[in-house]
């Protein structure tokens, strides 16, 4: 006989999952006001993240502080335990010169 599989199991294998990762505070602020349900979610290297949903997918968003290494390495911690579908690094681009809001 067939197995069948709960509703549970068979959404979390259909959830639309993504990871965002940002900065600073109001990099983290932005993409957080669109957040609905929002709740905490601890990897197991410490680093909190906060989850909710927006239009359908499963959103972790975390604030990292500036670093290329510390990007790199939330980025990989991230992508090896929540098993995202997508993952984005969302900022203001602070560290290019010579431009104004709205460039990027």
Not at 60 to 76: C, H, S, V
Request: net charge neutral.
């Amino acid at each position: 006989p067939a197995q069948r599989t709960s509703k549970t199991s068979e959404r979390a294998m259909t959830e639309k999952k993504a990871v965002i990762i940002t900065a600073i505070p109001c990099e983290y602020a932005a993409v957080r006001k669109r957040l609905g349900n929002r709740t905490e979610d601890t990897h197991p290297s410490g680093s909190v993240y906060e989850k909710g949903t927006f239009e359908g997918w499963s959103v972790l968003i975390a604030e990292i502080g500036a670093g290329n290494e510390r990007a790199a390495a939330e980025t990989q911690r991230a992508i090896e335990y929540f098993s995202p579908h997508v993952v984005f690094f969302v900022g203001i681009a602070g560290g290019v010169k010579d431009v104004v809001l709205g460039d990027v």
